[in-house]
């Protein structure tokens, strides 16, 4: 749907961990009113419904991807659903009501729980500030068949993760390595190969007062793992949380104890 000039400008103010949400119900009331385009007077109709009944905006839980799916050419294609799967585990878990129980008084936004998705290390969706973030990685693998020599795996790692000996195949510096998949996708031989691809996980994150980064864990991991981790969290969050506090200030308080029957620790 089109926006108008001053509409455009005035979405500009809306923070931008509600800025995409706050658009979806701009247009929604738009459409509801017979509209083709967006004007300031849909704006401020959401803005007085959003500053009167902010409780019934809040739905428990925010979750959010990168633009990925409009065709970025860095993403990382796990091809196993999880958003769709989050979204269930989410709503399962009736974060709304639970937040009722713990907050005295009406919802706020920064109440809801966040959970963000990023489809490459470059974490445009900035996972690292959210309640639970996942990152899409594909660690880089040598296969059966010869280098050439190109450069070319050398040339695109932006992290300098690459060696090439005359001669020999190329070598991963590991610890550099961000597991982006670049290399894999510019080899022309197929001598790097997508190895193991999955999710890099991080909890905690926060803006707000006591800001903090997310916490990650040490590991890629399969969906299936992935959404038991974030079941496991849940179940923590909810059976912690005092007055409604932030994943954040929960893990400070009681650590990482509880993800033992995974083995896991922040890295
Ligand atoms: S996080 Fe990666 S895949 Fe997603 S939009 Fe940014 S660059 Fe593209
Ligand atoms: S996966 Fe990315 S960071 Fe790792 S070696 Fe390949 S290009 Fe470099
Ligand atoms: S891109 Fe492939 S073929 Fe070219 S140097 Fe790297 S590993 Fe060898």
């Known amino acids: ?37 967006v004007t300031m007077g849909h704006v401020t109709l959401c803005q007085q419904r959003y500053l009167h009944n902010q409780e019934d905006e809040v739905k428990g839980f925010t979750l959010e991807a990168c633009f990925a799916q409009s065709g970025c050419p860095n993403r990382i294609d796990t091809g196993d659903n999880l958003t769709e799967r989050l979204e269930a585990l989410l709503r399962a878990h009736n974060l709304k009501g639970f937040m009722k129980s713990r907050v005295s008084g009406p919802l706020k936004m920064h109440h809801e729980f966040r959970v963000t998705m990023a489809d490459c290390p470059n974490a445009c969706s900035r996972p690292q500030i959210v309640d639970i973030g996942l990152i899409n990685v594909s660690l880089p693998t040598l296969t059966e068949f010869p280098c050439s020599g190109c450069g070319a795996c050398h040339a695109v790692c932006r992290e300098e993760a690459i060696t090439l000996e005359p001669g020999s195949g190329p070598q991963f510096g590991w610890q550099r390595c961000l597991s982006c998949g670049q290399c894999a996708r510019a080899c022309p031989t197929g001598t790097i190969g997508q190895g193991i691809t999955g999710y890099r996980i991080l909890l905690g994150g926060k803006l707000g007062r006591h800001p903090q980064l997310g916490q990650e864990l040490s590991g890629i991991f399969s969906a299936a793992t992935t959404l038991a981790i974030i079941e496991t969290c849940l179940i923590h969050f909810k059976a912690e949380n005092r007055q409604g506090e932030r994943f954040g200030e929960l893990l400070t308080r009681t650590g990482f104890a509880f993800l033992a029957p995974y083995a896991l620790k922040a890295a």
């Open 1 to 37: 749907m089109q926006w108008d000039k001053d509409a455009e400008q005035a979405m500009t103010k809306v923070p931008f961990f509600v800025r995409k949400r706050v658009k979806k119900r701009v247009e929604t009331a738009a459409q509801q009113a017979g509209a083709t385009q």
